[in-house]
């Protein structure tokens, strides 16, 4: 079980896009549409942004998009604002109530 | 509003068990539509699924952690635990725990986490 790859880093400026992948395998995002997509600040506990790969929990902008293909997970963060700077992490369903998150990635705001 | 809040000794000894306790508020652990789980982040570096815990007890756990975690249920349904076993200076971290949504799978809710440092 493997950690899923993600860019270290990314960035943009205020009202740009920006978007992270999420690479993994068939045995998790290939295999399953159980992607979710977490926001960190620092200091503070992930926040959950996006699931099943493209869903958005009550109170998330609709700034934040989330697609997949193949074994590949993106999220988009479109109109970036200053608040959106923070870590960023995916985690996938692997199989038999099992679970892996991302590698991580900075997102910075020009 | 549900919370979920971590508690336990931010300081272990080499080869000796951490033990936290979550603390849930705002819903039961009895509930059948999520899992309870522990969640840990070392300083500066990615998130690591340790485990899962199920209102009958059923565990599932990461298999990285050979066998050393081990997640229960208080009598209470009200608070669950980790037990990690044999702790090295790698498993220095924040300890966070989150309530998981099954056949969504993810993650919901979280604690605010707690650092547990592996020290002698």
């Known amino acids: 079980q493997s950690a899923l790859t993600q860019p270290p880093s990314a960035s943009g400026s205020p009202g740009q896009s920006v978007t992270i992948s999420c690479t993994g395998t068939?045995?998790?995002?290939?295999?399953?549409?159980?992607v979710s997509w977490y926001q960190q600040h620092p200091g503070k506990a992930p926040k959950l942004m996006i699931y099943?790969?493209?869903k958005r929990p009550s109170g998330v902008p609709d700034r934040f998009s989330g697609s997949k293909s193949g074994s590949t997970a993106s999220l988009t963060v479109s109109g970036l604002q200053a608040e959106d700077e923070a870590d960023y992490y995916c985690?996938?369903?692997?199989?038999?109530?099992?679970?892996?998150f991302g590698t991580g990635t900075k997102v910075t705001v020009l | 509003q549900l919370q979920l809040q971590e508690s336990g000794p931010g300081l272990v000894k080499p080869s000796e068990t951490l033990s936290l306790t979550c603390s849930v508020s705002?819903?039961?652990?009895?509930?059948?539509?999520?899992?309870w789980g522990w969640v840990r982040q070392p300083p500066g570096k990615g998130l690591e699924w340790i485990g899962n815990?199920?209102?009958?007890?059923?565990?599932y756990y990461n298999p990285s952690l050979r066998g050393r975690a081990t997640i229960s249920v208080g009598t209470s349904k009200k608070q669950f635990s980790l037990r990690l076993s044999s702790m090295t200076a790698a498993d220095t971290a924040v300890y966070y725990c989150?309530?998981?949504?099954?056949?969504?799978?993810?993650?919901?809710?979280w604690g605010q986490g707690t650092l547990a440092t592996v020290s002698s």
């Open positions: 099943e790969v493209s």
């Open positions: 985690s996938s369903y692997a199989g038999s109530n099992s679970y892996v």
């Open positions: 989150a309530r998981v949504r099954r056949f969504s799978d993810y993650f919901d809710y």
């Open positions: 068939s045995s998790d995002v290939g295999g399953y549409d159980y």
């Open positions: 815990i199920f209102y009958d007890g059923s565990t």
């Open positions: 705002g819903d039961s652990i009895s509930s059948r539509t999520y899992f």
